[in-house]
């Protein structure tokens, strides 16, 4: 399971038992929302992610969720490597339980 880091808005993968609590973010998908590899995994935010509309809902969402006390935030749009069809597979069939076993949920 792939979270933004509210801090560095960077991508950490975690796994099994080992997931940290985390928030999770309900939201209708507009232009220009913000992908995985916009996210660049482990090197950071490429520059281009920045610039597009959907950027500012991760950002102020993830303000929310530290503001909340929590390290981590589950976005779809950019928390899924759709370009892997396994692991796009993995997280429609993880989705309910991420969704439950989230602290809270922000809509």
């Not at 933004?4 to 220009?32: C, M, Q």
């Not at 950019?78 to 076993?101: G, P, T, V």
């Amino acid at each position: 399971m792939w979270l933004v880091n509210t801090t560095s808005l960077k991508l950490e993968e975690f796994f099994g038992n080992d997931v940290p609590p985390y928030a999770i973010l309900s939201h209708t998908w507009e232009t220009e929302e913000v992908s995985f590899q916009d996210m660049d995994g482990e090197r950071g935010i490429c520059e281009a992610a920045s610039r597009k509309q959907g950027f500012v809902k991760i950002m102020k969402s993830a303000a929310q969720a530290a503001a909340d006390g929590h390290g981590y935030i589950w976005i779809d749009t950019c928390c899924i490597d759709k370009k892997s069809s396994a692991e796009l597979s993995e997280s429609i069939n993880s989705m309910f339980r991420w969704y439950h076993q989230a602290d809270v949920c922000y809509a």
